[in-house]
């Protein structure tokens, strides 16, 4: 057998050009982020002297406000997604037949217009003398204020973007329970919250927790609906990570600042992981 | 006197990897093409990549054109910093940078003065050859060719604030504690520092002190905590319209026209009649000049575009190019000015432009930029903390 063989089995040798593709797509650019956080604010020479100033001006600075906004919005739109999708998934998955179809084609609709576009289209549903506002004030001469650029609006839009990220996972976990475990818990004398606390909820704890992390991991990225629908009332971390590239040129600091919401998000997702190992859940081992 | 530190060219040389990256969006190929006299490709404001502009030059002359539009000066002219030199042929950016940046570090090239200077003689009075911002430091060289421009200060309901009071009242529309949550402010953020400096009583394009940066630091916190809304020029507009805001900050005729089109005549682009400059200027106002880049392999089509873009019916047509509506230089031009309907001059505001551009000065470079942008952006997300 070659040296070349032994090193390079035909398992290794065939993946090649595939972890090559990942290593170049994927790999580098990360890489290129990571390292630009340790050069000199605002410029651009990967071998100049590096050191953790962009962290320590993160650090000092106030983007703590921005990383807040952004983890509690995606927190807050998880947990409202939690409640809003459970019932309609398990609807999908037991209870609308063969209108299951129509209603998930319905949910699966939005994502083929663009998200500005859909974003923009509740402005004009809510903006004083719009489509809501607009309405009542002609039909019954009642003139609400306007709830558009506020925080409120920008959670109703991350709900609103992020609700199939949430509900086909959970559709999926909901689809998986058995219903003759359902039917055999019923028949050893168990209530309809007995079967949804000890059957369903556990069994289809893998699309759920799919879900939550699929939904989080998108929203703490969230910038358009902090944009249009909150006006910049708010100001998420992914803003400050955009006007760091863009406007201030400063791509060092932008990197140390996308580095912190990787090693953030990938913190809370390990501890999610630990709390959840999708392995046992999904009966693996 | 530098927005970047950086030394730049040498990135691409040293950085491979990075560049796998971060030039993933096809660019690296247009780099590596080498049929220069085939293609053309353009950095641009929005405008110059709309089909009615670009179309008759693809079909006149068979070749493809690749025009990318994008929103700041600032990431385009880093876009040649950062060794794209070799893809661009043409760059569109307001006036300072091709004279006092891009010509002085090497990233554009000079155009035949000959062949272009006599289409600046039919241009608007203020434009005539030779004219400061197309002309190097020296006064030798000819960097580009002016085209759009138009004051650029603030927009206003005029059913909300007359024309008289919004400029009589100028930049103090923002001191007003009255005001806080009237207002919008567009998410342009080099020109909102200009602005805040305005608001705070001194000129934006020098040096600052130490007590000019306090002031400017003091302002920034209060027009961004009264601001109802930070957001595009598009749902600025909208909100004029519907009543949510009742004027927004940093705006003009660029800004104001696209809702003019739409028959909002009421929305107005305001030049205030007193500022913080000297010899009495009160706004700021901006001027693109389109230069050819100084790319070792450049599309032969590259001065012939420059050309192309002089006639009275293109420039009409980059006038009403699709998004925003300006000015065009070339309306000195009797044979251009004429193809203006009524309707068009009023969306740019024609009835008042002469006298609105006379009170303003022209945009230049903040030598202290980063640090008032670092300023503005803190206090843009402490605004956002309650």
């Known amino acids: 057998m070659s040296i070349l063989s032994r090193l390079l089995p035909p398992g290794r040798r065939h993946a090649l050009p595939l972890i090559l593709f990942m290593a170049v797509g994927f790999a580098a650019p990360l890489f290129a982020v990571i390292a630009y956080s340790f050069v000199p604010a605002r410029t651009f020479d990967l071998w100049a002297d590096w050191s953790f100033d962009n962290y320590l001006e993160v650090f000092n600075s106030t983007s703590y406000i921005a990383f807040g906004w952004s983890l509690g919005l995606a927190a807050a739109t998880v947990l409202i997604l939690a409640l809003v999708c459970y019932p309609v998934a398990f609807g999908l998955a037991r209870v609308f037949g063969k209108w299951a179809t129509l209603i998930t084609l319905l949910f699966t609709l939005p994502l083929f217009v663009s998200e500005n576009v859909r974003l923009y289209g509740w402005i004009m549903v809510f903006i004083k003398n719009g489509v809501l506002l607009g309405t009542l004030k002609s039909l019954f001469g009642w003139e609400p204020d306007s709830i558009v650029f506020t925080p409120e609006l920008t959670l109703l839009g991350m709900v609103y973007v992020y609700l199939p990220f949430m509900l086909f996972p959970m559709t999926l976990g909901v689809s998986m329970v058995p219903q ?106 | 006197m530098s927005y970047f530190k950086q ?3 040498d990135f691409l040389k040293h950085s491979a990897l990075a560049a796998g990256g971060l030039a993933a969006g096809g660019l690296t190929g247009l780099g590596a093409a080498s049929a220069r006299s085939n293609e053309l490709n353009i950095l641009c404001w929005e405008g110059y990549n709309s089909a009615q502009v670009l179309d008759p030059f693809r079909s006149e002359h068979g070749i493809t054109i690749r025009a990318e539009s994008l929103t700041n000066d600032p990431t385009m002219i880093n876009r040649l910093r950062a060794g794209e030199t070799n893809v661009w042929d043409l760059i569109n950016v307001n006036n300072p940078w091709a004279r006092k940046i891009m010509y002085p570090e090497g990233l554009i090239k000079p155009i035949d003065r000959a062949r272009f200077e006599p289409y600046f003689d039919k241009m608007l009075p203020e434009f005539k050859a ?45 001191n007003d504690p009255a005001n806080a949550g009237k207002y919008g402010v567009q998410a342009s953020d080099d020109w909102n520092v200009f602005d805040i400096c305005c608001i705070a009583g001194f000129d934006p394009f020098k040096e600052h002190s130490d ?78 000049i389109t230069s050819v880049v100084n790319n070792p392999d450049i599309s032969t089509h590259a001065e012939n575009f420059l050309e192309y873009v002089q006639s009275p019916e293109m420039s009409h047509t980059v006038a009403f190019a699709e998004g925003t509506f300006n000015p065009v230089t070339q309306m000195g031009n009797k044979a251009c000015f004429d193809l203006f309907t009524k309707e068009e001059l009023d969306i740019i505001q024609w009835d008042s432009l002469e006298e609105e551009m006379a009170r303003c000065v022209e945009y230049d470079i903040v030598p202290d930029y980063d640090k008032l942008l670092d300023i503005m952006t803190a206090a843009k997300r402490e605004a956002s903390g309650g």
């Open chain 1, 180 to 285: 003759q475990t359902r039917d055999a818990a019923y028949d050893l004398g168990a209530s309809r919250w007995q079967v949804f606390r000890e059957v369903d909820l556990p069994l289809s704890m893998p699309g759920i927790v799919i879900g939550f992390l699929l939904t989080f991991v998108l929203a703490v990225g969230a910038i358009a609906e902090a944009k249009v629908l909150g006006g910049q009332r708010i100001i998420p971390i992914a803003n400050d990570i955009e006007v760091a590239f863009t406007y201030a040129q400063n791509w060092p600091l932008g990197s140390a600042l996308a580095v912190l919401l990787m090693l953030l998000v990938g913190f809370l997702v390990l501890i999610v992981l630990r709390r959840f190992d999708l392995d046992t859940i999904l009966g693996r081992r």
């Open chain 2, 7 to 9: 030394t730049r060219r």
């Open chain 2, 130 to 174: 030779p004219y400061k911002w197309a002309m190097d430091e020296k006064g030798e060289q000819l960097l580009g060719m002016a085209q759009r421009f138009g004051p650029f200060s603030y927009v206003v309901n005029t059913d909300k604030i007359s024309r008289a009071t919004a400029e009589d009242q100028g930049w103090d529309l923002w």
């Open chain 2, 211 to 288: 007590e000019e940066v306090a002031k400017f630091t003091e302002t920034a916190a209060k027009v961004f905590k009264g601001a109802k809304m930070v957001s595009d020029l598009a749902t600025l507009n909208q909100g004029l319209v519907s009543g949510e805001i009742d004027f927004y900050l940093t705006g003009g005729t660029y800004t104001a026209s696209p809702a003019r089109a739409d028959g909002a005549l009421n929305i107005r682009a305001i030049t205030p009649l007193r500022g913080p400059f000297a010899d009495g200027k009160a706004g700021i106002s901006w001027i693109e």
